[in-house]
């Protein structure tokens, strides 16, 4: 079983940087993709990042591509979301998402993610 723990989430100003973290339980964690999710108000869901389950694969959504950087520590079982360059319209609650199934090793869709986390928020004035 997986659980998932979001933080670092905060109120901040356009420009700064924020690290968000997603610990996971579980002796497979490892094993499974990870993805960023966020959902601001009036918005649908969308994938921010994602990261296979060794590392070696990334995806980034082209809004954030250049200012966001995804990583993992399968020693700690942790999930980073590293987010620098901060603009307003980045405002929203972040999910980080396991996908346990391991067909596809940076799942695109939130369909294909199986256990979420709480959200952590991130708020960002202009």
């Known amino acids: 079983q997986v659980q998932l723990v979001e933080s670092g989430g905060g109120l901040v100003q356009a420009g700064d940087s924020l690290r968000l973290s997603c610990a996971g339980s579980?002796?497979?964690?490892?094993?499974?993709?990870m993805g960023w999710f966020r959902q601001a108000p009036g918005k649908e869901r969308e994938l921010v990042a994602a990261?296979?389950?060794?590392?070696?694969?990334?995806y980034y959504a082209d809004s954030v591509k250049g200012r966001f950087t995804i990583s993992r520590d399968n020693a700690k079982n942790t999930v980073y979301l590293q987010m620098n360059s901060l603009k307003p319209e980045d405002t929203a609650v972040y999910y980080c998402?396991?996908?346990?199934?391991?067909?596809?090793?940076?799942?695109?869709?939130?369909?294909?993610?199986?256990?979420w986390g709480q959200g952590t928020q991130v708020t960002v004035s202009s």
């Open positions: 998402a396991a996908d346990i199934n391991g067909y596809n090793p940076v799942p695109l869709e939130p369909e294909q993610y199986d256990y």
């Open positions: 579980g002796r497979t964690f490892r094993r499974y993709a």
């Open positions: 990261v296979s389950w060794s590392g070696s694969s990334t």
